[in-house]
T-cell receptor, first 113, second 111 residues
Framework: EADIYQTPRYLVIGTGKKITLECSQT?????MYWYQQDPGMELHLIHY???????EKGDLSSESTVSRIRTEHFPLTLESARPSHTSQYLC????????????FGSGTRLTVV | TQLLEQSPQFLSIQEGENLTVYCNSS?????LQWYRQEPGEGPVLLVT?????EVKKLKRLTFQFGDARKDSSLHITAAQPGDTGLYLC???????????FGKGTSLLVTP
């Protein structure tokens, strides 16, 4: 049973559309993350949050934005999708204590046409 | 950002064979994690190694952290088709705010 949920699992949209990828966790974790994953490449951190009202950009430049109004919810928004945004987006959370491991969602596979 | 290099990139073996995959870096880590990712799913944490020279076993999987805490290996004994997946190593960045991941080893075990 998943403790972190991502919706939708798959999304195909047209260029220029605004989209929000949802991520929710039921574990009460303070730290949450968004990674982008492409075949044969490392997972790239695009956003992270240490808690409510805390959001930071990651190492990979991204045109997306995030919000953290509630502990359990960390949505990612693309204001105007482009084909270069086509990728797998993974959300994760952690307890944030020491060398904590991540719990990942199942991901959203986004295709922008 | 410290680089985690994983090898081999791809590995295709028959059921019952043994294999070892590697994760190397020029950086010293306080800890290192291994994940397995199945197609269409997110990575799942397998183990965290913390002490140099540490060996951890998870059924047929044996994880070792190098003495200098710069590298790690994962050995699978008598591989099964259920072991198929992408094996990722990860370590916290120098600033400690998030995990950096290697590119992974894609393992295919055929019956």
């Amino acid at each position: 049973e998943a403790d972190i949920y991502q919706t939708p699992r798959y999304l195909v949209i047209g260029t220029g559309k605004k989209i929000t990828l949802e991520c929710s966790q039921t574990m009460g974790h303070d730290k949450m993350y968004w990674y982008q994953q492409d075949p044969g490449m490392e997972l790239h951190l695009i956003h992270y949050s240490y808690g409510v009202n805390s959001t930071e950009k990651g190492d990979l430049s991204s045109e997306s934005t995030v919000s953290r109004i509630r502990t359990e919810h960390f949505p990612l928004t693309l204001e105007s999708a482009r084909p270069s945004h086509t990728s797998q987006y993974l959300c994760a959370s952690s307890e944030g204590q020491g060398a904590s491991g991540y719990t990942f969602g199942s991901g959203t596979r986004l295709t922008v046409v | 950002t410290q680089l985690l290099e994983q090898s081999p990139q791809f590995l295709s073996i028959q059921e019952g064979e043994n294999l070892t995959v590697y994760c190397n870096s020029s950086s010293v880590f306080s800890s290192l994690q291994w994940y397995r990712q199945e197609p269409g799913e997110g990575p799942v944490l397998l183990v965290t190694v913390v002490t140099g020279g540490e060996v951890k076993k998870l059924k047929r999987l044996t994880f070792q952290f190098g003495d200098a805490r710069k590298d790690s290996s994962l050995h699978i004994t008598a591989a099964q088709p259920g072991d198929t997946g992408l094996y990722l190593c990860a370590a916290y960045s120098n600033s400690g705010y998030a995990l950096n991941f290697g590119k992974g080893t894609s393992l295919l075990v055929t019956p």
